[in-house]
């Protein structure tokens, strides 16, 4: 029996008038695969008695801070684009932006109709000291814009 893996490679693609991407690697820990309802349940039951499942799709959530990867120098580029990109809609090549991509496995090269389309959910940073010495910590957190109808393939050993 193989171990699962602890990371996988993430393609952040950011599309708009100059469409670039970010391929980093993110820990597995901080990848959330939830199912939606359609109602409140997991299941109802149907008029003959029978369980029905309610899962309607899936939702990713991703929530990316200094801890989450092993490439702390790509990770600070990709983490001052998003800011940037979901601040004032502009990205450091110049052009203006439109969606966040992501691609899992690192199959993905700048193409917009294989990735799955990631809004902003939260962003916070912290202000932490170490020795008298402030270093500042962001944590920004995405979410799948669209319910997925089955988890990608490299996301599988994530739940």
Known sequence: ??????????????????????EVKINNANIEITPEYFSGSAYKESIGGKRISDVRGFRVKINLSYNASSEPDTF???FNDLISAFKDGNTSTGGTFSQLLIGFGGEIQDDSNNGIPFVLEDLSY???????????????????ENILTSIPED???VL
């Open 1 to 22: 029996m193989a171990l699962p893996r602890t990371q996988t490679t993430t393609e952040f693609i950011f599309d708009g008038t100059s469409t670039f991407s970010h």
């Open 76 to 78: 600070q580029d990709l």
């Open 126 to 144: 912290t202000q932490t000291y170490r020795n008298q010495i402030g270093r500042f910590v962001p944590s920004i957190t995405i979410c799948s």
């Open 155 to 157: 996301l599988e050993g």
